[in-house]
């Protein structure tokens, strides 16, 4: 059946997806001037299967984004992180430092996801809600995307459009179909986590540490990975577990069986019970350590976890979309400020190499931590050990959760160096 296909809409950037990856993205293009489209196939508040943690990299990049981060919006506190592990309880506040904030922060996915949006809205992107992407528009002769397809409807069921762009951002999130239709796959060789996660009325729903329990087994097996348990302040828990396709349990686990048989060990009156779930378990991939890659592409720019920017170390992604987000609005803007095209392609090129720069080492330092965490007995030698030594965690939580100083203190700069050290291939 012949359809009509209305005229196509253009701007100098379309970003796909308003997640943080492309809600940031979108947010610093639009300050800096540039007409940017932000294509999201969902309406808002949405919900995203998340843990809703928040470390002092994700706060550093809302403070930069002028989010107000006040208790009335809806923002959480927290302190740091409580460890629970080897039959030790740890806490260990946010590290002092002069390069991220002292606190993170929780809040429903529903909630932060819309705010960013808003956010990139209010900066002058345009966000068009109920608008899915269905594949690339691209140049005949030189196979460069020049656009995408779309269909309105978070379903893809209403009629067609098309958009045209100088360059595509792809932010639509581990699946990445825009990437994948441009024969951008994920890596094998890199590490991948599976997360379920779900929300429980709770006495613990005040709680001002974020709660890591590192003792997953499966029958004797000590799994690599982490159950967390996250107070929400708004009477409830986020509570979920993950786990790395590094041993030989993955893609063998039932998650959802773990998670319950995890949480038949608490205390009954923290209330993680089945009478109390407010949501269905839910799950999905964390695609970690740079695990889709090249991030520049005919024309197409991945963010967040459509180039699969999740840290390995804690599974942590969110800043990292945002920080990503950062990193490309500020190449793409200096790119077509430049007035001939082999410059431009240029400008866009060097991208990778900045994302390489800002993680690359760390990353791989990631990835090689993940394959020794693999080993039950080599995990299970680790959470013995170091347990015990408060010193040796609050080193581990700087190299965990990548806080560091440029020039700070004796472990600042081990954590700095040896990412710096690590073999970086690009
Ligand atoms: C169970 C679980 C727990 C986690 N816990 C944490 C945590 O506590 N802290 C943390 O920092 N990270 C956590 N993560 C990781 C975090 O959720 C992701 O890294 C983060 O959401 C990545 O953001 P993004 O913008 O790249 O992608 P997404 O958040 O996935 O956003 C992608 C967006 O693109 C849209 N989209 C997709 N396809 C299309 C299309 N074709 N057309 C238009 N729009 C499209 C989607 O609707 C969505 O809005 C967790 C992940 C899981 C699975």
Redesign the pocket.
């Known amino acids: 059946m012949h359809q009509h296909i209305p005229p196509a809409d253009s701007a100098d950037v379309i970003v796909?997806?308003?997640?943080?990856?492309?809600s940031s993205t979108a947010f610093h293009l639009a300050q800096a001037g540039l007409d940017v489209l932000l294509?999201?196939?969902?309406q808002f508040p949405r919900e995203?299967?998340?843990?809703?943690?928040?470390t002092p990299r994700?706060v550093k990049q809302l403070v930069g984004m002028g989010i107000p981060l006040s208790a009335e919006d809806g923002w959480f506190p927290n302190k740091g992180l409580r460890i629970i592990g080897g039959g030790v309880r740890l806490e260990l506040d946010w590290p002092d430092l002069a390069a991220y904030p002292g606190y993170g922060l929780m809040r429903s996915r529903r909630g932060f996801?819309e705010a960013l949006a808003r956010a990139a809205s209010k900066a002058g992107a345009r966000l068009l809600e109920g608008?899915?992407?269905t594949g690339p528009v691209l140049d005949e002769a030189t196979g460069r995307m020049t656009g995408v397809t779309a269909r309105a409807g978070a379903d893809g069921d209403g009629p067609p459009r098309t958009y045209q762009a100088r360059v595509v951002v792809a932010?639509?999130?581990?699946s990445s179909?825009?990437s994948v239709a441009m024969g951008l796959r994920k890596r094998d060789d890199r590490p991948l986590g599976v997360?379920?996660?779900t929300y429980y009325q709770t006495p613990r729903h005040d709680d001002d540490y974020l709660e890591s329990w590192l003792d997953l087994w499966d029958g004797d097996r000590l799994l690599p990975g982490y159950g967390w348990i996250f107070g929400m302040g708004d009477g409830t828990s986020n509570v979920?577990l993950?786990l790395l396709n590094t041993s030989a349990a993955f893609g063998h686990t039932d998650y959802h069986a773990l998670l319950r048989k995890w949480l038949k060990g608490m205390p009954t009156e923290w209330g993680y019970t089945e009478e109390n779930r407010t949501q269905p378990i839910r799950?999905?991939?964390?695609p970690m350590g740079f695990n889709r890659t090249p991030h520049y592409h005919q024309g197409l720019l991945l963010v967040?976890?459509?180039g699969g920017m999740?840290n390995p170390f804690n599974?942590?992604?969110?800043?990292y979309?945002m920080e990503s987000g950062e990193i490309l609005a500020r190449t793409i803007v200096q790119a077509l400020a430049r007035s001939r095209r082999a410059e431009t392609e240029r400008v866009l090129a060097g991208y990778p190499h900045a994302l390489s720069q800002a993680y690359g080492g760390y990353y791989a330092l990631g990835r090689t931590f993940v394959k020794l965490i693999g080993k039950p007995t080599l995990m299970r030698i680790a959470t013995k050990h170091s347990m015990g030594r408060p010193a040796l965690m609050r080193f581990a939580l700087k190299l965990l959760a990548n806080l560091t100083d440029p020039r700070g203190d004796a472990s600042d700069r081990l954590v700095n160096g040896l990412s710096r050290l690590a073999p970086n291939p690009e």
């Open positions: 796909v997806g308003a997640g943080p990856a492309g294509l999201e196939k969902s995203k299967v998340c843990g809703d943690g928040l994700a996801d608008v899915s992407v932010a639509d999130g581990n179909r825009l997360a379920v996660r979920g993950g799950g999905a991939a964390l967040g976890d459509a999740v599974g942590e992604g969110i800043a979309a």
